[in-house]
């Protein structure tokens, strides 16, 4: 039975890894049986991060930033002053919000930059990392990626999240723009009399790197949260391999 199942699962799997690898799987899993080897349990690992990585990238490239409380980017901390003091600021709330929501969507256009470098990594994992991830922590796979990907994601993320910034939305403002807005007015009220008696301390932030670091962070925490939903429960668990790959955790 567990050859017919691997007879039937290996077309599926041809699309999924490279030749030389799957010679290898192929060999040790008519050998031995699907599942519990050091190659099919490294193949499952991989098609594991490719789903995880997959699902994660595309519900935060689809404006999932804004929609996800947990990942949700707002303000700098730099700028709490502003938010404790906007009905000292003519239309600070509406400005605000505005930031606010274009903050969220340079990530959003940002995070589509991940999948090619997530996928490098994970077809660079050797067998031995693989299975050693497969039985580690919830988060281990999560950990190997943030380790090895994450240069060159912050390298990829920045001009994106930049030019988002940058391209110029409704009203010809860019997000810039509208951060520029909300500071200066701030500033303006901090460096008065008013502002000044109240101990009120001009606000200044680096927008790019700190909406770059923030979309690399919540990647990382979807990416975990995949992983955590891959390894605990069996629904999804999507094809064959991962079953019974992911059927030996269910054992432990």
Known sequence: MKKILFYLTFPFL?????CAELQQVASSA???GIGGT??????????????????GVSTLGNNGFMTDATLKILLPPEAQPIVDNLKLIPGGQNLMNDVVQRLNKAASDAVVEA??????????MSISDATGILFGANDAATSYLKKSTSTQLL?????????????KLIGNLSTNDSWHALTSAFNTVANSAVGKLANLKPVESDLGAYVTQRALDGLFTKVAAEEKQIRA???????????????QLDKK
Do not use: Y
């Open 38 to 55: 050091s190659s099919t349990d490294a193949l499952g690992l991989k098609e594991a991060l490719r789903v995880g990585v997959s699902n």
């Open 233 to 247: 429960n069996p629904a999804a668990r999507v094809n064959d391999l991962l079953k019974n790959v992911f059927g």
């Open 14 to 18: 041809l699309m999924m890894s490279g």
């Open 155 to 167: 390298a990829a993320f920045a001009p994106k999240v930049n030019a988002s910034l940058d391209k």
């Open 115 to 124: 999948q090619p470098i997530f996928v490098d990594a994970i077809t660079g």
């Open 30 to 32: 008519l050998q031995n």
